[in-house]
């Protein structure tokens, strides 16, 4: 009996499964990215977008994975890098490029740029070895504490870090930061811990913190924090709805069918007093989350993790 029940719920199935179609209700209207307007230009950009940070120059956007990509708006110059290191520093980003160096980019043009680089590592190891020598009798806490001390007297005097300052700091590889004090700013290699420690302490009390002034400061953008969003739906057609499997499907876990739509969905867009609409599909409400300000007069948006900008002629 139980054959017989499943056969039939099978066929059941079976035969409501076939697919469901709809009709455009505005056959005119164009697809997405194009609009009905020939003055409003939609362009996409690039796929597969993670974070998204922005200023009034500028576009960084990480990758899944490890992935970083630059795009000036001003220069619209992209670059796009393998990089598990990224600090933004005074006018510049700070990766890591393919042979494992630091490399600055240009916030505007993304061209390369120096930074004063420093390392260290060997005038403390010549003072541990001085010390030991000297002070043969003494233990090995005792002469870190002692080098410790001097190493940092000295670093603070040839790079003039402000006394009972915290300068401004940005973590690289291990061992490695960007440090601004102010005045200057540099990378330092291969920091012994105790200068990292100077440099970089765990507590940092609000007053003792140098927060040097950036030239441009880049803003993180999280979905759903629009301004004056360009789009607005108006209309829907279901197009098709059919049965998909999922939930499952191994010997343990029943795999259950259930229906998915996808339609059209009708926006108008508004931007520099011109007008137009477009049809864009999807299985869900389109997202169109839009950079809130404008960079070089054009409009940054996201959609199913895609990058788009969109202009006036």
């Known amino acids: 009996m139980n054959k017989y029940l499943f056969l039939g719920i099978f066929s059941i ?15 005119d209207i164009p697809v997405f990215p194009a609009t009905s ?15 998204i940070f922005y200023d009034d120059s500028a576009l960084v956007y990480t990758h899944y994975g490890d992935s970083i990509s630059f795009y000036s708006a001003q220069t619209g110059v992209s670059h796009s890098i393998k990089s598990r290191v990224f600090v ?14 630091y490399e600055l980019l240009n916030d505007i043009t993304l061209e390369k740029q120096e930074i ?28 870190n504490q002692i080098n410790d001390s001097l190493f940092i007297k000295y670093f603070s005097a040839k790079y003039n870090i402000p006394k009972d300052k915290i300068p401004f700091t940005g973590d690289l590889k291990k061992g490695d930061l960007y440090v601004h004090t102010g005045q200057d700013q540099f990378i330092v290699l291969n920091a012994p811990e105790s200068l990292d420690k100077f440099l970089n302490p765990l507590l940092q009390p609000t ?35 059919f049965w998909v499997w999922g939930g499952g499907g191994n010997h343990f876990v029943l795999a259950i069918p259930h229906r998915v739509e996808a339609g059209y969905y009708y926006i108008n867009i508004s931007m520099n007093q011109q007008k137009g609409k477009f049809k864009i599909m999807s299985s869900g409400n389109p997202e169109f989350n839009t950079i809130p300000n404008k960079i070089n007069n054009q409009l ?8 788009y900008k969109v202009f006036t002629k």
């Open 207 to 241: 007053e003792k913190r140098i927060l040097p002034k950036f030239k441009r400061h880049f803003t993180p953008f999280e979905n759903g924090s629009l301004s004056k969003n360009i789009f607005e739906e108006y209309d829907y057609a279901m197009m098709s709805k």
């Open 300 to 307: 940054y948006f996201v959609n199913n993790r895609q990058l």
């Open 13 to 27: 199935l079976l035969l409501s499964c076939k697919e469901e179609k709809g009709q455009d209700k505005y056959p």
């Open 116 to 143: 004063k680089t420093i390392d260290e590592s060997a005038r403390y190891k010549r003072g541990e070895d001085s010390l030991r020598s000297i002070y043969a009798q003494k233990s090995d806490y005792e002469l």
């Open 88 to 101: 933004y520093g005074d006018g510049f980003f700070i990766v890591e490029n393919k042979e494992g160096e």
């Open 37 to 51: 307007n020939p003055n409003i230009v939609i362009e996409p950009l690039v796929s597969d977008i993670d974070k």
